[in-house]
């Protein structure tokens, strides 16, 4: 069984930067505003992540690690809607399997914080042990791939996977100026990201990637409803959906062209949009992009592919709301370079 769950763990962890991303979504889901993020050597060494949020209860301790252990219900249309960023109850399986892993946790109504340790999914004795503690939760995961040593081999330096860390970080700061968001090297004072919560999705473009990108920007909305689909006329076949975001209308000179997708408040992939978005930035000269956009669109028409790794999407009307949304850049990449 131990194979197993290492297999299963390499699935959904294979580096430091897949345990962050689980573990902010689960502070998200239970409705953080500041999260903090902590590493040493890239995370392989350690990685912690802090949150305000509701924090989990004495009873849920013993089987939070447990596969398959969640408290989001969901059902299909659970998965459908987006509804919460967790959907399987693996993410701490798999993370407690690849690392030691230590949660500290106190809710609003517990006097004290509880701190509890797991290895392979099971809560090592002597079990939760009060300990000092805001509300909140703060996850400790030491020594990542501690006992495999091929997915070990297989990270970057500690200075390439904390690159990646601070990507992944920077998109959800974005993504959420509703939150607050902390990304630093262990015993560092000053953080390399910093978001406050409550700023503009603007002003945190302009925190992550800099003044002279977030001075480019050119705010895009674009929104249809109920518009006929050519030659299908059935309710089911009308486009109804929303986009307002941000697109660069200069030679953006990092590395590669940043898409930052959210649909229906959650980030997601969409390699489709992804691709169309190029194509119309290369047709301008106008290569290495910087686009954010928020879609909203109908909950029964977004199809979350259930990899658990993978947030990829796909959507109805998919090609011709993609249409759509490159006339509007196009047009906005037609003007002057700024
Ligand atoms: P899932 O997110 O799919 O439910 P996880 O393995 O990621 O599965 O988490 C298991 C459970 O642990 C969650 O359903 C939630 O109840 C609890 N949990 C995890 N992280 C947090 C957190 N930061 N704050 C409060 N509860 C948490
Ligand atoms: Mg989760």
Redesign the pocket.
Known sequence: PEVVQQIAAGEVIQRPANAVK??L???L??G?TQITISVKEGGKKLLT?Q?N????ERD?LPL??KRH????L?SFEDLNSLS????????????STAAHLTVI?KTAAAVAGLKTRYRNTILEPPGPLPCAAQN??T?IVDDLFYNNEQRRKALGSGAEEYARILDLVGRYAISRPDVGFSCKKQGERRPELHTVAGTSTQDNIRAVHGASIAKSMLPLELSKSGEEVAGTPSTENTLTFSVSGFVSCTHYSGRKGIFLIRINGHLVQCRALEHSLEAAYFSHARNKPFVYLDLKLPGDQVDVNVHPTKHEVVFLHQDEILACINEAVEGLLQGPIR
Do not use: M, P
């Open positions: 689980e573990l979504d689960n502070a889901d239970a953080s992540v949150d949020g509701h924090g989990i849920d939070l690690c252990a969640t408290s989001k969901r919460t960023l967790g959907f399987r109850g693996e993410a701490l399986a798999s993370i946790t909140g939760t996850f």
